[in-house]
């Protein structure tokens, strides 16, 4: 009894440290390697977009503030953070939900990920320009 609960407990930490060990193997992105390699460079290429992302929706949500700002006098006229958090949220729902859909195509398979990944960056470099149409175009207003 005593082993089972030692084994319970200890199974996590023992996957925790093999995924450590793995991580600072020599998988490195290489896009003409392994699938392995591939999908850990369709990884850091969504991880490269989506920092790229949270970087324009932070100055997306400064211009909103600006325009809530000047709206003080009328605030009624308020909501253009509420609007692009709602907007962002909902985006980022359809996006991994879109994605994940992309992924059935290999369902399973060692190419899943790569597919997902590739699919996430490309619809996240998507929504990054739209920010910045958005307060390119707002600010014209």
Not at 81 to 92: N, S
Request: proline share 3%; hydrophobic share 40%.
């Amino acid at each position: 009894m005593i082993r089972k609960r030692f084994w319970l407990v200890a199974s996590p930490v023992l996957v925790l440290l093999a995924s450590a060990a793995f991580a600072e193997d020599e998988m490195k992105c290489n896009p003409e390697g392994t699938q392995a390699e591939m999908n850990i460079c369709a990884w850091d290429d969504f991880q490269k977009a989506d920092d790229e992302l949270n970087a324009v929706y932070k100055k997306a949500m400064a211009f909103a503030r600006e325009q809530d700002q000047s709206y003080a006098d009328q605030p009624n006229l308020k909501g253009a953070v509420a609007a692009l958090k709602k907007a962002q949220r909902a985006w980022i729902d359809y996006r991994d939900g879109h994605c994940e859909g992309v992924g059935f195509s290999a369902r399973g398979g060692s190419m899943e990920p790569m597919l997902v990944a590739g699919c996430q960056e490309e619809l996240t470099k998507k929504r990054t320009a739209d920010l910045k149409a958005l307060m390119e175009d707002g600010g014209d207003q």
